[in-house]
């Protein structure tokens, strides 16, 4: 995707060849920067402070975080410690375990000596993978959003969204926004409802940030607009991202989306979830019951950093003294709640035998029913 014109991705390998280099996403929207990591500490801090965030892009770190630590050291007891400190970074995000499971399995069986060059050739696969599954996630997606188009005749659609599944939250094009800039490049009227997403001001700071970089319309509401534009049949459709989806179709993502669910059901909005096949973990059913909750600290509940006229960006604490923190980060939506999920093999119900239908070779016998 673009920034200022010039096209990137998330994540990439520097030109030295033996570091990675990412967007710094926790100074955006207000500053454009580049971090290089050097180590797989590096890797680990940048997840867990969230200058990489998003299912698929922690994935993608994660492989190129094996990929350090082997250029420091090859051998088992390192490739079975960096796995143990990359996987408990962020617990929530399937993603993180699926690419870590990746990256051991096709090194465990390698010489010691090929493991440092196969580490950077799988990890890269890991990341081109991710661009070539969202973009078909985008032309799946566009045909709902065609249709839509096709019903009001050339009106303006309204899509509502929740935190950021961009491109930033993946290695290139995104999951709920790549419908969203595909149907924006082949010319259909769009406009894009922004939830600001506290805490973290997910959408505020970064989807509006890069569907402005992109030229996609678009306007910021308070999260809890969602429910009054539906009443007002002011959303023909609502598309969010997943950080991890059950065997059934339950999905976890950024907290608050549960209740833009309800707010569609209630008003017959379809809500639509977008995910690439690592986002689903077919090990678990129940997802209010088995997804574990990612609960963080409470600054980010209390304190938001903004730009003051001067041009500087401070952080300040907007609580009162004394007041007790609790920071959920996400909650789960049951699969009853979503119309469909849109995947890179096609749109299936959010259903056992929906994503059966799709995935026959990844469902286990015996879950999902």
């Known amino acids: 995707m673009r920034v200022s014109g010039k096209s990137y991705r998330t994540i990439w ?13 926790t100074r955006l929207p207000h500053r454009f920067a580049t971090v290089s990591l050097r180590t797989l500490q590096d890797v680990a801090h940048a997840i867990k ?3 990489v965030r998003g299912a698929p892009l922690i994935g993608a770190a994660a492989a190129y975080g094996i990929c350090l630590a082997m250029a420091s050291d090859a051998s088992d ?3 079975d ?20 499971d990746e990256m051991r399995a096709h090194l465990r069986n390698q010489p010691r000596e090929a493991r440092v060059a196969a580490a950077w050739k799988r990890a890269g696969d890991i990341a081109n993978e991710d661009v070539t599954l969202n973009a ?19 009106e303006r659609i309204n899509v509502l969204t929740h935190c950021n599944a961009g491109w930033l939250a993946t290695v290139d094009w995104g999951t709920a926004l790549a419908p969203i800039y595909k149907a924006h490049d082949a010319g259909l009227a769009i406009h894009v409802w922004v939830d600001e997403t506290r805490p973290r001001n997910q959408g505020m700071n970064l989807t509006a940030w890069e569907l402005g970089q992109h030229g996609v319309p678009h306007t910021v509401i308070a999260d809890n607009v969602g429910g009054h534009l539906m009443q007002h049949d002011m959303v023909d459709i609502a598309i969010v991202g997943t950080d991890r989806t059950t065997a059934r179709g339950d999905v976890c993502n950024k907290i608050g989306t549960y209740l833009k669910a309800l707010a569609a059901r209630d008003n017959d909005v379809p809500f639509y979830v977008a995910l690439p096949s690592p986002t689903i973990d077919w090990t678990l059913n129940d997802g209010i019951k088995e997804i574990p909750i990612e609960e963080r600290g409470g600054e980010e509940l209390s304190h938001m950093s903004g730009r003051l006229p001067d041009g500087s960006v401070v952080e300040i604490n907007i609580a009162p003294d004394g007041s007790a923190m609790a920071n959920y980060a996400f909650d789960v939506t049951p699969s009853h709640l979503v119309t469909g ?11 056992a035998q929906g994503l059966r239908g799709l995935f ?10």
């Open 13 to 25: 390998v520097a030109n030295d060849g033996r570091s990675v280099d990412i967007i710094d996403q």
């Open 341 to 351: 999920l849109i995947t890179e093999r096609g749109v299936c119900a959010a259903s």
């Open 49 to 51: 402070t969230m200058q």
């Open 136 to 154: 078909s996630i985008g032309e799946h997606g566009l045909t709902i959003l065609r249709d839509i188009a096709a019903s009001k005749k050339g």
């Open 77 to 79: 007891e390192t490739l």
């Open 81 to 100: 410690c960096a796995y143990g400190i990359l996987l408990a970074t962020r617990p929530t995000a399937i993603n993180l375990r699926w690419a870590l």
């Open 360 to 369: 026959p070779e990844r469902a286990p016998k015996g879950l999902g029913t």
